[in-house]
């Protein structure tokens, strides 16, 4: 059975950092690309940061340019987002998966709150 479980967040002050990791588990991470996700109350799911399956391309969304990092470790079937100069705005659950498509069920995320 496949399994997506993220983990690193906190409660962080902006500008601060944190480094979430998504470790994956029944599946071969390293032929699939992955991204990064995240939610607030009320609101639809939104894409962060992707790479590709090699970790040879990356893409972010505008609003985390120059402060988010994706990367990736397949022996250890884990991705990582490495989160800079945090805003309250980044306050949000994350979640990870393959990209484009959401192939697999979502896992529970990882809280990250920023506060001002």
């Known amino acids: 059975q496949v399994q997506l479980v993220e983990s690193g967040g906190g409660l962080v002050q902006a500008g601060g950092s944190l480094r979430l990791s998504c470790k994956a588990s029944?599946?071969?991470?390293?032929?699939?690309?992955m991204a990064w996700f995240r939610q607030t109350p009320g609101k639809e799911r939104d894409f962060v940061a992707a790479i590709s399956w090699s970790g040879g391309s990356t893409d972010y969304a505008d609003s985390v340019k120059g402060r988010f990092s994706i990367s990736r470790d397949n022996a250890l079937d884990t991705v990582y987002l490495q989160m800079n100069s945090l805003k309250p705005e980044d306050t949000a659950v994350y979640f990870c998966n393959t990209h484009p498509q959401m192939r697999f069920n979502w896992g529970q995320g990882t809280q990250v709150t920023v506060s001002s």
């Open positions: 029944g599946l071969t991470l390293s032929i699939y690309n």
